[in-house]
Structures are given as structure tokens and as C-alpha cells.
């Protein structure tokens, strides 16, 4: 089985500028979530969707969006980009129904880079 | 919020011997606590976990203790070897299966050969 997978893998953006980040889940799991890492501030959660809709959102500002599609591909957005989103970009799918275990496999991430 | 912390941030073992790292949370409605371990370059993987309903868990060599009433769990590694030097971290959540964990800010263990 395929695991998560997160595209781009490294991207170098401008302040101001905007990014779409993407993530594909593991094959059959409804459930996809969002995290920032940096040194030093371990991981923060951005939000989670199920089922195409927002279930959770984290402490971030309005300039963080994200959706999911119907095959449960999700992508994030950050828009007016600033040197404090340098980040890595982690992906986690979980699988909900009978059997589930709480475990987040996440993806290798997507590194920004904001100049 | 939940709000999670980690000590110590670096910890340095020789090879054989045991690693323990502790993690404190402020909410007490937090009943389902994972540790993630994240190596050099790597994605985090689930290593072990524990509800609250349970103690303490036990998996080959390492074990996970939890005590809800000063709200502390720790995370200990017995037998050390270089493969467990790595990034740990703890989180907590309110709902077991709830993905917006909170995380702590990880704890990078060194074993030393």
C-alpha cells in the first residue's frame, strides 16, 4: 500500500507570494491533517478534514486555508507568504471505521523556504 | 488549548543503557497520549501509545507510563542502541482517533556507541 505523499518535496517562495501545497493520502483513509514543524517549536497543528470538510483548525491565521476533494486528496494554501512560514509542511491521513488506532502516518513533507 | 511540554530538550545515553523522557499536559479532559519518533531527514512513525485508561504499555523495549493525576507521562527506552537516536515526541489529544494532537517540542535522544 502506498503511503502519504506530498508534493512539492522543496520550494523556494518570495514574501508576498502565495503556495499550494499538496497531499494525497493512504488509500482508503477519509481522514487528512496538517502540521507545521520548525526547530524548536516541534509540531503545530494546522487543521484536519474529513469527508471534504474542516473538522479542526489550529491557531493560525487566516492566511493558512486548505480543502479536500471528494478522492480525499487534500492541499493547503498559504497566501501573503512571510519569513516566518519557512517551515517543513507535515501531511498525516488516518484511517476512520472499525479497526482504527488513532496512528497519523504522515508524509515526508513539503520543505518552504521563504526569501 | 492543550498545551504540552517536553525535558529535558536533548538527551545523550551510552549504548546499554536506558533513556527516559518525560512530557507534562495542562488538559485534564486529554485521554489518549502517542509518542512519534522522527529521524534524521525522516517523516515521523507512531512508536507506541497509551489511553487513559490504561497506566502503563509495554512494547519489546520500550514502555509508556501515564499518571492522570499530576498529568505526566513518560516514555522510557531500555537497552539503548544507535538506531534509537532520533527526534521524540509526545502529544495529547482529547478524543482518542482525533487528529489535532498537540504536540510537544521533541527531545533529541543520542545514543553514543
Known amino acids: 500500500k502506498a503511503g502519504v505523499t506530498q508534493t512539492p518535496r522543496y520550494l523556494i517562495k518570495t514574501r508576498g507570494q502565495q503556495v499550494t501545497l499538496s497531499c494525497s493520502p493512504i488509500s482508503g483513509h477519509r481522514s487528512v491533517s496538517w502540521y507545521q514543524q520548525t526547530p524548536g517549536q516541534g509540531l503545530q497543528f494546522l487543521f484536519e478534514?474529513?469527508?471534504?470538510?474542516?473538522?479542526n483548525k489550529g491557531n493560525f491565521p487566516g492566511r493558512f486555508s486548505g480543502r479536500q476533494f471528494s478522492n480525499s486528496r487534500s492541499e493547503m494554501n498559504v497566501s501573503t507568504l512571510e519569513l516566518g512560514d519557512s517551515a517543513l509542511y507535515l501531511c498525516?491521513?488516518?484511517?476512520?471505521?472499525?479497526?482504527?488506532?488513532?496512528?497519523?502516518?504522515f508524509g515526508e513533507g513539503s520543505r518552504l523556504t521563504v526569501l | 488549548g492543550e498545551n504540552v511540554e517536553q525535558h529535558p530538550s536533548t538527551l545523550s545515553v551510552q549504548e546499554g543503557d536506558s533513556a527516559v523522557i518525560k512530557c507534562t499536559y495542562s488538559d485534564s479532559a486529554s485521554n489518549y497520549f502517542p509518542w512519534y519518533k522522527q529521524e534524521l531527514g525522516k517523516r515521523p512513525q507512531l512508536i507506541i501509545d497509551i489511553r487513559s485508561n490504561v497506566g502503563e504499555k509495554k512494547d519489546q523495549r520500550i514502555a509508556v507510563t501515564l499518571n492522570k493525576t499530576a498529568k505526566h507521562f513518560s516514555l522510557h527506552i531500555t537497552e539503548t542502541q544507535p538506531e534509537d537516536s532520533a527526534v521524540y515526541f509526545c502529544a495529547a489529544s482529547s478524543f482518542y482517533g482525533n487528529n489535532r494532537l498537540a504536540f510537544g517540542k521533541g527531545n533529541q535522544v543520542v545514543v553514543i556507541p
Open positions: 478534514y474529513f469527508s471534504e470538510t474542516q473538522r
Open positions: 498525516a491521513s488516518t484511517f476512520y471505521g472499525q479497526g482504527n488506532t488513532g496512528e497519523l502516518f
